[in-house]
């Protein structure tokens, strides 16, 4: 099992920064993630409403799909628009203050939505007591888990290039199979027994080394090759605490979706990838990650 998982988790990092490359390369930032994106949400919205239907708790499945679905284009079309039709150059270039502000703004409106039609469909569904507001809270929760937090990806690509949302993925998934590969190996006191208890604190310790490690070799020798011209790499302590920060928060990520799934009872999300659950499985870490990654680059502790 834990050659395979690391077999599949370096296929996955390959493949994730071939779709940045190429993604890179095309005339419209998003051109090639965007439908990636997309299908992720649909997949991942899902899972949540599997598990959420597991635990007793039955929101409106077309709802989180439509709040979900309206906060990623939501943040990705705005600022496209503002961008082509600012006459700014296309290719891999960023969008602009002007565009990331509308696509802010697409996010909010996006969000709100989702809340009134999670309201409206509530009341449309409405037979007895007892079930409204726990079936609201668990919309509310798929679509800020799901599409709030996956629309910090897209704006790490549009605000800062590919070169910073690739420092996400390959940060959260170098220190996911360092703490399972240490912990597998080394692994000796359990660092949440209950929650999971496969985690260890050897574990977490090697997960946040290589996530350090990750941080590097993307600084010293991706992002030097992605954007050469418009982007320095920053410094090397900050690539360490930009590894320790979005290590530690894909860390607590995996963690709050082992804390919903261990609530309802189930040990994946789905069945998708053999060895590693369901797709939310594979995204937990990089959604609560996405945050703090954006915010290391909008303070300027890395690509400066």
């Known amino acids: 099992m834990l050659r395979w998982r690391l077999l599949l988790g370096t296929v996955i990092i390959a493949a994730l920064v071939g779709l940045c490359w190429a ?69 891999g270039s960023i969008v602009g203050d002007g565009g990331l502000a509308a696509a802010r703004e697409g996010i909010l409106l996006a969000l709100a939505a989702g809340l009134i039609l999670a309201v409206l469909s509530e009341m449309l569904r409405y037979q007895r007591p007892g079930s409204v507001t726990v079936n609201l809270a668990g919309a509310v929760l798929a679509i800020v888990y799901v599409g709030l937090l996956l629309s910090f990806m897209v704006q790490l690509r549009l605000a800062f290039g590919i070169a910073a949302l690739a420092s996400l993925v390959i940060v959260v998934k170098t220190g996911d199979t360092g703490a399972y590969a240490v912990g597998r190996l080394a692994g000796r006191h359990k660092m949440a027994p209950v929650l999971s208890p496969g985690k260890t604190v050897e574990g977490a310790v090697g997960g946040l080394v ?95």
Do not use: Q
């Open 23 to 91: 993604d890179h390369v095309v005339p419209i930032p998003g051109a090639v993630l965007l439908p990636l994106a997309l299908l992720v949400t649909v997949l991942a919205g899902g899972e949540v409403l599997a598990v959420a239907a597991a635990g007793g708790i039955h929101p409106s499945g077309w709802v989180v799909h439509c709040g979900n679905l309206l906060i990623v284009v939501a943040g990705w079309v705005p600022a496209v628009v503002w961008k082509l039709t600012a006459g700014l150059p296309s290719g």
């Open 210 to 304: 290589f996530a350090c490690l990750g941080s590097w070799a993307t600084f010293a020798w991706l992002v030097p090759v992605l954007v050469p011209d418009r982007l320095e790499p920053g410094t090397w302590w900050g690539w360490i605490l930009f590894g320790l920060l979005v290590g530690a928060a894909g860390m607590i990520g995996d963690l709050a979706e082992s804390l919903i799934k261990r609530d309802a009872g189930r040990k994946d999300s789905g069945p998708w990838m053999p060895g590693f659950g369901g797709v939310l499985d594979i995204l937990d870490s990089i959604l609560l990650a996405a945050p703090v990654a954006y915010v290391c680059w909008g303070l300027g502790l890395v690509g400066t």
